[in-house]
């Protein structure tokens, strides 16, 4: 779930990025603050919101339903959309830096070669930024995976369904004798995240080395 | 006339004005730092935008803002060298090489990419990463990865300024053979006269800004109304000789109608012509034989006009066998020689570098 919630909201985030860093327009700083809002606002204010607009009653739950026949509400992709809105911000924010961080004289340099825009960004721009991409998906992943108030507001938690790894440990230890299973969840939590870690990191060494820059 | 420029554009307090139309062939681009050369390349270029202009290259249109054209850089056909090479880190030499290829325009010659490799000698960095490159190494890989993506016109930006004096000699050497192999035609930009003499062939000088004339680099270079230009400290002339080989002292010899001259430098061969560029710095001036005198290249010479003065110095131009030569003296050396246009004069050339 964690993970879908992180490839789903990668090329949104990427592009959102590429916009907040490269262009200039208005209403800029609106878009900046709209992406960064799940960042500062409680969780459960989030996962409200959401539920209004995405549930069975919301206009967009009904109008999704009523179309498409696909409803987010009391599902395991109404986790995972929670999740991703929360780890948005932190992918946008780490995406951002490193494309910032891109010489956009080589942009430049690729322009002058003939390379249509799409292509400088494919071929110039997304690789050089890489390594805050890698960043920034772990961090949303993190954050996904770890995703509380706003999926329990959203879409309850249900075992097996739409019950987060935090959602679980937290029924866990509300049961009599749950601890042993509530430490054993930690565990896997703290496994999964240092992988998620070491991964990137080792991501990270393997691009910079192969940019030809000491680590 | 290949490309017509007719541009204005104003960022803060300078403004740049340029109303030119340049040849084909290798031009150069002169003027002092801040004179509006590198902004005058990026908006022929397209990576800025003018306030108001209109280019146009071999007819087509590039920028025209009066109808609200402008063509995106990608698709204009034309190649940068930028003064800091910008080859792209994250590939190797081959496919920064191998870039504008895949992405733009493709040159018609299956040959050229070997051909560059030869020409430039990158035959051993291929594999190599640009972080690995010395800064003449990579500039040499920037020169050949833009004349491989097929342009239609080439615009050097500086490319020699990173470079230490050694590394820029060798770089001028490999530029003046691309120059001589390429028929891409050329706006090359520097502040270093002999440079320019060296690889160009037109002129175009600016200064503060404001294209102040434009045309054959020896007609240029033998104005005194150019005070960007004749007033410099490299201000020079270029001279036409032949060469006679290696002197048994190790200086090159020449030969030129008014004289003959031995020169230090890379030997060239026996019956080879030459273009010498002298600096104004470099000529003295004496009446009749001077006698005995340090300086052993002596040059008849017959004064042609003599310039006006600014801060006790002006500048005189001779007429040596058919070839302009100017000298910088100062206002007392006109008087007491009684320098006026017509009279017979001995020119004493210090020294000259080799020229295209």
Known sequence: MAAWATLVSLPPGIAVAWVLARCQFPGKL??????????????????????????????????????????FAFNWTGAALASSIMGFPLLVRSVRLSIESV?????????????HPVWV???ITLPLALPGILAGAVLCFAKALGEFGATITFVSNIPGLTQTLPGAIYNAIQ?????????RLTGVAIALSVTALLASEWLARRVRRRHGRAP | ?????????????????????????????????????????????????????????????????????????????IGYVFQDSRLFPHLTVSDNLDFGRRHGRAPRDPGLRGHMIELLGLGALLHRPPSSLSGGERQRVAI????????RLLLLDEPCASLDVPRREELIGYLAAVCAASSVPMLYVSHSLPEIARLAQQLLLLEDGQARACGPINELLGRLDLPGLSGTDEAGTVLTALSTGVAGDGLNTYRHPAGELRLPGNPVAAGQPVRLLIRARDVSLAIGDPGQLSIRNRLAAVVLEVGLAHTGLCEVLLDAAGDRLLTRVTMET???????????????????????
Request: contains cysteine; charged residues 20%; hydrophobic residues 45%.
């Open chain 1, 30 to 71: 609106l878009l900046d603050v709209l992406v960064h809002l799940p960042l500062v606002m409680p969780p459960v204010v989030t996962g409200y919101l959401l539920l209004i607009a995405f549930g069975r009653q919301g206009t967009l739950g009904a109008l999704l339903e009523n179309t498409l026949g696909f409803s």
């Open chain 1, 103 to 115: 010489d956009s004289g080589l942009e430049q340099a690729a322009t002058t070669l003939g390379a």
């Open chain 1, 121 to 123: 960004l494919a071929r």
């Open chain 1, 175 to 183: 049961l009599p004798d749950g601890e042993a299973a509530a430490l």
């Open chain 2, 1 to 77: 006339m290949s490309l017509q420029l007719d541009l204005r554009h104003r960022q803060g307090e300078f403004e740049l004005r340029v109303v030119a139309e340049i040849p084909d062939g290798v031009t150069g681009v002169f003027g002092a730092s801040g004179a509006g050369k590198s902004t005058l390349l990026e908006i022929v270029a397209g990576l800025r935008r003018p306030h108001q202009a209109r280019i146009s290259f071999h007819g087509d249109l590039l920028c025209d803002t009066e109808r609200g054209l402008w063509l995106p850089a990608h698709c204009r056909g």
């Open chain 2, 144 to 151: 050949a990865r833009a004349l491989l993506s097929g342009p």
């Open chain 2, 334 to 356: 006109v008087r007491e020689l009684g320098l006026e246009p017509g009279r017979q004069v001995t020119a004493l050339v210090k020294s000259a570098s080799l020229s295209q």
